[in-house]
Every structure is written in structure tokens, then in C-alpha cells.
């Protein structure tokens, strides 16, 4: 790739992670791939969702982004969003057709991500539209195993009584 070329995407990268909505939609319009992906195998949606910009993130879905593809660590923009807390953007990612237990290979769900950091609000929110509890990641831990082996009582909590 050439420089002028690798400058243009780094711009287009650093508009997701600012949350620049009319520029990510204006270059969608002009042809940048919305699936398009950096060195990480983060997608521009990935780094919209963990850096909190829902109206980013709504431009991206609206304009073909794929809510499911995982990065290379096998992290989706889902569990970017549940890992951050922001239960506006977890909503947006569900309603624009995100898998509520996506994952990438050996990766975690988004309930096993919240279920870690105490993210109460995105644990109800992700059972409420019917995450499994029972997954297990790729080294055999659940949401709830999870959660104990962090510390995070409250969903610990949240997640025994699911299972109950």
C-alpha cells in the first residue's frame, strides 16, 4: 500500500475511535469497505463500540458494517461494547441483528465479558435477550465462572440466580 493510501486509512481508523459519524458515513458513501478491518483485525465498528460513539456505531451499521465480525483475538464489537459498560450501544449492536452469544474462535460472549467487569446492567440486558449462561469460552470458564474468578459479586449474583 502506498503512503498517501496508508495515511487515508489511518484517518478513516482515527474517525472511529473519535466518533466522527458524518465522516465515517461519507466515506462508506464513497466506496471504504465497511467491514474494513486494521492490523489487529479490529473493524472501524469494533473501535466505534469500545470507544463509547453510538451515533458512530449507528453509521457503521447503517451502512452495511458487519455487528458480528470478531477481531483477531476473537472479540466482537459486542463484547467491546458490554467490556465498556455502554448499555446504549450494546442495544443499538443487538437491535441492528448482532448474535446475543457471537463470539470469535476461543473468544468470550459479551455476557462473559460483562459478567467479569460487574457490568450488572449489560448482564440483565444480555439475558433478557437470551444469552446463554451455560457458554463456555475457549479455556472452559462460563459467565459465571468467570465473574467469581474476577471478583464481580454483583454479577456472580445476577448469574446464579439465572441459573436457579
Known amino acids: 500500500m502506498d503512503e498517501e493510501r496508508l495515511a487515508f486509512a489511518r484517518r478513516v481508523f482515527q474517525a472511529a475511535r473519535d466518533g466522527d459519524a458524518p465522516g465515517l458515513a461519507a466515506v462508506l458513501e464513497h466506496g471504504v469497505p465497511p467491514n474494513l478491518r486494521n492490523e489487529k483485525g479490529d473493524s472501524l465498528l469494533m473501535l466505534a463500540a469500545y470507544h463509547g460513539h453510538a451515533a458512530a456505531v449507528a453509521a457503521l451499521l447503517a451502512g452495511g458494517a ?10 466482537t464489537p459486542l463484547a467491546a461494547a458490554a467490556f465498556r459498560g455502554d448499555v446504549a450501544i450494546t442495544r443499538l449492536l443487538l437491535e441492528h441483528g448482532a448474535k446475543v452469544d457471537g463470539r470469535g474462535e476461543g473468544g468470550r460472549t459479551a455476557l462473559m465479558v460483562a459478567a467479569m467487569f460487574d457490568r450488572t446492567g449489560i448482564v440483565e440486558l444480555l439475558l433478557a435477550s437470551g444469552a446463554d449462561p451455560a457458554l463456555q469460552d475457549g479455556a472452559g470458564h462460563t459467565a459465571a465462572a468467570a465473574a467469581a474468578w474476577m471478583g464481580a ?7 446464579a440466580a439465572a441459573t436457579h
Request: proline fraction near 6%; aromatic fraction near 0%.
Open 66 to 75: 458487519d455487528p458480528d465480525l470478531a477481531n483477531d483475538r476473537g472479540q
Open 153 to 159: 459479586a454483583g454479577t456472580a449474583a445476577q448469574l
